[in-house]
Structures are given as structure tokens and as C-alpha cells.
């Protein structure tokens, strides 16, 4: 089992990559493959956000 501060640094360094992917792609939207990593990598930025955020007590 994981550690939470090591669930939390998975997190933020999965929230990094889906970024820079997406951004990365968004200079090649006029290529299909570009687009589908473009759509896909978003999609990850949301559930790497989504995880990221459950990992912390609500107040």
C-alpha cells in the first residue's frame, strides 16, 4: 500500500503530463493523431485532477 503523500506526488506529476501533452498537441490539431492525444490527454488531466483533489480532508 502506498502512502498518501506518495498517492498525492502520483497525482501531480500525472496532472503535469496530461497538461503538457495536451498542450503540446494543441499545435497539431490539424493531424487526426494529434487531435485524438489532444482529446485524450484532457481526459486525463480531469481525472488526474478529480484524484488529486480526493486525496485531501475536507474541512
Do not use: P
Request: glycine share 6%; aromatic share 8%; net charge positive.
Amino acid at each position: 500500500m502506498q502512502s498518501l503523500d506518495s498517492k498525492r506526488e502520483i497525482a501531480k506529476l500525472g496532472m503535469s503530463v496530461s497538461l503538457l501533452t495536451c498542450v503540446g498537441s494543441a499545435f497539431f490539431m490539424k493531424n487526426n493523431s494529434a487531435k485524438t492525444i489532444h482529446v485524450l490527454s484532457g481526459v486525463a488531466l480531469v481525472g488526474f485532477s478529480i484524484w488529486h483533489h480526493s486525496l485531501y480532508e475536507k474541512k
